[in-house]
């Protein structure tokens, strides 16, 4: 794991620690890291719901079936450079991040978010080597990992459909098809999309190598 240090004091955690809100899936990854590859850099997070290569691999359908219990699943990317919180997302299913470099996800509980307001200091980081899948639990908080490096690159795995559109369009923090957010105030890209501000306290960042914590 490439060293890193947060702006604030919160647990760091592994997949080898013990939590409500995650836990390692045990699964070869070594296609997943090797198709994540051909990803190009990109400065601002992009994600992917669906890559039909991706999906087409035997690891991503063993974690379909051991992970979903068959539940069709979809299988994309996100990637890029970030390296603040920016908000929390969450949904009413497990999901499976598998990291394809060195990693951070800053990760909370849905029963933290009051009147929809989420102090971030009531998070955990959790550190992900390259090659370790995580599940995480229904109403784990989370967004989209942190760069530890020059980047980070994860696939997403959840239910087929989650991300989509919603047919009746969105309501305060329902964002899209399985998906609930709220922003930190900080995030200037995230509230000029629509997302409802809710997570108070630090933008939670970490720190390059050759910056002071």
């Known amino acids: ?14 997949l080898a620690d013990r939590s409500p809100l995650f836990k390692k899936v045990e699964a070869d990854t070594e296609s997943i890291v090797a198709l994540a590859d051909a990803l190009p850099l990109s400065e601002s997070n992009v994600y992917v ?14 974690i379909e079936r051991r992970v979903f219990a068959e539940l069709p699943v979809q299988a994309g990317w996100c990637y890029g450079c970030g390296r603040k919180m920016n908000g929390v997302e969450w949904h009413k299913s497990s999901e499976v991040v598998v990291a394809a470099t060195d990693c951070v996800l800053i990760l909370g509980d849905v029963r933290d978010i009051e009147e929809d307001t989420y102090d971030s200091s009531r ?3 959790l550190a992900l080597e390259k090659g370790e899948a995580a599940e995480l639990f229904s109403g784990t908080l989370h967004l989209a990992p942190l760069a530890v ?20 369009g969105i309501n305060g923090t329902l964002r899209a098809v399985n998906k609930w957010l709220l922003v930190h105030e900080d995030n200037a ?19 390059s190598c050759n910056e002071d914590k």
Request: glycine content about 14%; charged content about 15%; cysteine-free.
């Open 49 to 62: 719901a669906g890559d039909p290569a991706l999906e087409a691999l035997p690891a991503v359908g063993d």
């Open 149 to 168: 490096g020059e980047r980070f690159a994860v696939s997403i795995i959840l239910p087929k459909g989650t991300n989509a559109p919603l047919a009746g």
């Open 1 to 14: 794991m490439k060293k890193f240090a947060l702006d604030v004091n919160i647990p760091v955690l592994t």
């Open 123 to 125: 998070s955990v980081a």
């Open 189 to 207: 890209a995230g509230i000029a999309a629509g997302g409802k501000v809710g997570v108070t306290g630090a933008n939670i960042a970490v720190l």
